[in-house]
């Protein structure tokens, strides 16, 4: 049977497809008009400091959505690496893992010896890292190289960007022990595109979008829905099945929550919702109980992530300006843990061209994004998008989840 493929060209551009998780792809990182470059560490002081870039263009064309373990000791991010000499780019991501290095005060400096996760050749995204097995990972991979048709890219005769769904994609699974990685393998095979993934904070359920062929076919566009894999009884249930691509989600720290962002009106400007979730006597996920749209506005919202007090979240947002994503918070569940609605975001990051992909470590102490704010290397347009770390300012919580 000939294998449907779907694509999106995008309206905007950015350094990561906003049609995956948090979805690194490439783009056309264009930065508009010239302008003197803004004063980043001045205009983002109080709130970021000591920052460290952990991934290069001396080793990858472009990195990011990096998520740190449990312990803040690693992190996980998927990249296309510095081809040799001669050679073309892969065209599709590469997964790793990498320890992260720091001085006598504990604070961090760097990355170390990065580790290869999945198989050279074929696509990856959406690592995420297991909350109580130590070492253990997942991503999603089609292990093989996927179909040439699947492929990634720039579409002929336009500037737009296309990102193909395979359906070889499976979320799999794979752990590090002694410096190496062991072959990854499927957690659960279905037909279809199955990524953004992560695990509940017990480790019980895994979280995921599942793009739905048919519902795609008849809107003519990609159609992801929301669900959740019960690994104790290995049953999927659908969570968010609205029209239009709901992505991009995460569970709350307490796990009564989760985050996402959704293209409702089908016009690629993505809004931001938070959901309480339905559990049954047993402790497995069967659905939602109530839905809460936190922005309606006419800008790209997406990657959303909790921030570890449950009280806000951090995104990349278009209200810059569309070839300028920075990042935001807004708050989301006051401190009662009722949802918070009609507020303002609020602006953290403050560079030229994309910040995006936020997240936090366990205590909230430092902020991991993907950012072109590093060097340029001569002969290139722009700065290529790496990963960097911040400390961030808990004294701003109170204002980040109050929303003034």
């Not at 699947?150 to 070889?168: A, D, H, K, L, M």
């Not at 920075?326 to 303002?344: C, K, M, N, Q, W």
């Not at 590093?374 to 980040?400: C, R, Y």
């Amino acid at each position: 049977m000939k294998k449907t493929i779907f694509s999106v060209a995008l309206m905007f551009v950015v350094p990561v497809s906003v049609a995956q998780h948090h979805h690194p792809g490439s783009a056309d990182p264009s930065r508009g008009a010239a302008h003197e470059p803004l004063d980043w560490r001045s205009l983002e002081s109080g709130v970021l400091s000591d920052y460290v870039q952990l991934t290069s263009r001396s080793d990858f064309l472009k990195a990011g959505e990096a998520y740190f373990s449990p312990d803040s000791n690693w992190i996980i991010f998927q990249a296309t690496p510095v081809p040799p000499e001669g050679e073309s780019p892969e065209p599709n991501y590469e997964m790793y893992a990498a320890p992260l290095e720091r001085d006598a005060s504990g604070r961090v400096t760097g990355a170390g010896k990065v580790i290869q996760l999945s198989k050279t050749g074929s696509a990856n995204t959406c690592g995420w890292w297991h909350p109580t097995e130590p070492g253990r990972l997942l991503f999603s991979s089609t292990i093989e190289p996927p179909k040439e048709e699947n492929q990634p890219g720039y579409q002929r005769g336009t500037s737009r960007y296309r990102w193909s769904f395979p359906v070889e994609m499976d979320i799999v699974t794979t752990t590090i022990k002694g410096g190496a990685a062991a072959p990854a393998v499927p957690i659960f095979t279905r037909f279809g595109y199955d990524a953004e993934s992560s695990w509940s904070p017990d480790g019980r359920h895994i979280l995921y979008a599942h793009v739905d062929m048919d519902k795609s076919k008849k809107l003519g566009r990609p159609d992801a829905d929301l669900w959740v894999y019960d690994t104790k009884t290995g049953l999927h249930t659908a969570i968010v099945t609205a029209d239009g691509y709901d992505g991009g989600p995460f569970f709350s720290p307490d796990g009564k929550w989760i985050t996402y962002r959704s293209d409702r009106r089908g016009d690629n400007l993505l809004q931001l919702f938070i959901a309480e979730l339905d559990y049954d006597d047993s402790g497995r996920i069967v659905g939602i109980k109530r839905e809460v749209q936190l922005t309606d506005d006419q800008n790209v919202n997406w990657a959303p992530f909790w921030h570890p007090s449950g009280r806000y979240l951090i995104f990349a947002s278009s209200r810059v300006s569309h070839r300028n994503f920075e990042v935001f918070a807004i708050p989301a569940l006051d401190e009662h843990g009722e949802p918070v609605t009609g507020r303002e975001p609020i602006r953290i990051t403050q560079a030229d061209g994309f910040d995006g992909l936020p997240v936090f470590n366990a205590d909230g102490t430092m902020m991991m994004w993907t950012t072109q704010r590093g060097p340029k290397v001569e002969g290139e347009d722009h700065p290529s998008s790496q990963i960097w770390l911040a400390t961030f300012n808990s004294a701003m919580n109170t204002t980040f989840a109050n929303g003034n």
